[in-house]
């Protein structure tokens, strides 16, 4: 394994095999959000995701724009949110995401992560590794504020589907 491969994502298709066990704590919420609008910053997205143009040697910023819902988990609802994405000259993306989760009953929770997404071999899969912050000024929603959380998964970058799991560690 290289310094930038990562294990496989905790997923419903991985947790039954492929040797990795789920994340280690309390789900918190899992989400399945699209890429709905890129905003490109000179070099090509689609050129530069499928790796069929590498990023410039200062990287390739691009504005992912992600909506979908929030199937499980403590938190349900839906996810609005932007990842400002640098994908790096060595292939690997840093994740920069600002966003918020509506919950069923309209609450909201703010939601910002960092990391990074890591190409899988050939394929149009990255995997994701994000450490997430929450946050809520709502009295029922205040243990947000002071749970750590960390999440992992996957993009299919040709179809922009996301899917991620976030745990309390």
């Not at 724009?65 to 839906?78: F, I, K, N, S």
């Not at 000259?89 to 992560?113: C, M, Q």
Request: hydrophobic letters at 40%; proline letters at 7%.
């Amino acid at each position: 394994m290289s310094s930038i491969d990562v294990p496989p994502a905790a997923s419903e298709q991985f947790e039954a095999g492929h040797g990795e066990q789920p994340m280690p704590g309390e789900l918190i919420y899992e989400y399945t959000p699209r890429v709905t609008r890129i905003i490109e910053y000179g070099a090509s997205a689609e050129a530069v995701l499928m790796r069929t143009s590498p990023p410039p040697k200062e990287g390739a910023r691009l504005d992912l724009y992600l909506e979908g819902p929030v199937t499980a988990g403590r938190l349900q609802g839906t996810i609005t949110g932007i990842d400002y994405l640098n994908m790096r000259a060595d292939g690997r993306a840093e994740l920069h995401i600002h966003g918020r989760i509506t919950l069923e009953d309209g609450k909201k929770v703010a939601l910002e992560a960092g990391g990074v997404a890591v190409p899988e071999g050939d394929s149009s899969i990255f995997q994701l590794r994000e450490h997430v912050n929450l946050t809520s000024n709502d009295p029922a929603l205040a243990w947000v504020n002071a749970t750590e959380v960390w999440a992992r998964g996957t993009v299919d970058v040709s179809t922009g589907q996301v899917h991620l799991r976030a745990y309390a560690v």
